[in-house]
């Protein structure tokens, strides 16, 4: 008779911080991500929020009048901690989406720092996710930045 070959989770309990230094380096990114989102002020046109911080407007913008994969991306993250959705979403229509998915890993990985345990699971789901919503985004850039 076969054994089922269900995965396996295992939580490890009590790992050394010193262990979980990428843990705690990815949860501090992430504040200074929202730090920087906090500090700027979400342009109403939905791109060039990044202005702000002294950096050269898009090239691609610039060029061809058309946004680049991540043109937008800035205003979105600002409008989004400023509460404005629906510039959010205008500035880029996947910003939402990657500011969640960027925060639940990054809290997740914070947790992990705070309460010292290590999850050892499975990969393969969480790079399915990863790879569908790169390939998603990669395509919606993508189509952007067409005449």
Not at 5 to 34: A, G, N, Q
Not at 102 to 131: C, D, E, M, Q
Request: with cysteine; glycine share 6%.
């Amino acid at each position: 008779m076969n054994e089922s070959r269900s995965p396996k989770v295992f939580i490890v309990r009590d790992v050394p911080r010193r262990d979980l230094i990428v843990e705690v380096t990815l949860f501090s990114l992430w504040l200074v991500v929202i730090a920087f989102a906090i500090y700027l002020a979400p342009s109403p046109s939905g791109t060039g929020t990044h202005l702000q911080l002294g950096l050269a407007p898009c090239p691609w913008l610039t060029i061809y009048s058309k946004p680049c994969l991540t043109c937008g991306m800035t205003t979105s993250f600002s409008a989004i901690v400023h509460g404005d959705l629906t510039l959010a979403f205008k500035a880029h229509l996947f910003g939402p989406l990657v500011f969640a998915w960027v925060s639940l890993g990054a809290l997740y990985y914070g947790s992990k720092f705070l309460f010292r345990y290590k999850v050892i699971a499975p990969t393969r789901a969480v790079l399915w996710i990863n790879l569908t919503l790169l390939a998603a985004f990669l395509v919606y850039g993508g189509w952007r930045m067409l005449p």
